[in-house]
């Protein structure tokens, strides 16, 4: 059976971000960790879920996958390795490549004495609807769909098509020592660690134009 954990952000308030997304426009990120783990996946929930008049009673209720898993999650390939970090509809994700995978690509882990690139990807739906480039068959990088996931710990194949925007920094990051990667409203924060020292870096990226990488 895969290992189930979540990933939210930090609750001391000193460390909260001066802004608080909207209720309507938030994601958790579930990470299904499997042996071997080249069956390991991602579930990018949209907590829209947990509006529904079942999810606000006061006894335990019990709803198949079929029901909400479908409609409501974006699911990917995974590694161990990878970090997340989650703020309102955005995840922060670190990955070995520079470009966003193809539907359902599962890529290397993370190399310890390499480097790595930080993707940004957002699923607020309204936005993606607003920038006026939406077209989930478009070739454009921007907006993707994560397509299906044949090889997994679930005993199907899943399949999603909910699209959301990517982008990412282009400058690397070295993985050696790396702790922690906090994403906030516009900036990244990392964290290394090294002997006797400990780095806290702050990048701000800024999207220089409409389907553009992040630079920094």
Wanted: glycine fraction near 6%.
């Amino acid at each position: 059976m895969p290992a189930h954990r979540s990933v939210a952000q930090p609750s001391r308030a000193d460390l909260m971000p001066g802004y608080v997304p909207s209720l309507e426009s938030q994601i958790i990120v579930l990470e299904l960790i499997s042996r071997p783990r080249t069956l390991s996946i991602i579930l990018v929930i949209d907590t829209v879920i947990f509006s529904g008049a079942a999810l606000q009673s006061e006894t335990h209720v019990k709803i198949p996958w079929s029901d909400w898993g479908p409609q409501h999650t974006c699911c990917f390939p995974h590694d161990p390795s990878y970090q997340i970090s989650v703020f309102g509809s955005k995840m922060a994700y670190t990955l070995p490549r520079d470009h966003s995978p193809e539907p359902g690509q599962r890529l290397e882990k993370l190399s310890a004495a390499g480097h790595f690139y930080v993707h940004i990807w957002d699923f607020n739906k309204r936005a993606i609807t607003r920038s006026g480039i939406y077209n989930p068959d478009s070739p454009d990088l921007l907006v993707r769909k994560p397509g299906g996931v044949v090889q997994s710990c679930f005993d199907e194949e899943i399949i999603s098509n909910h699209p959301y925007t990517a982008t990412v920094c282009r400058a690397p990051f070295l993985t050696h020592g790396l702790r922690e990667l906090f994403l906030e409203q516009d900036r990244l924060i990392l964290t290394s660690v090294q002997p006797g020292t400990v780095d806290i870096q702050v990048v701000s990226p800024v999207q220089m134009d409409v389907g553009s990488d992040f630079t920094h």
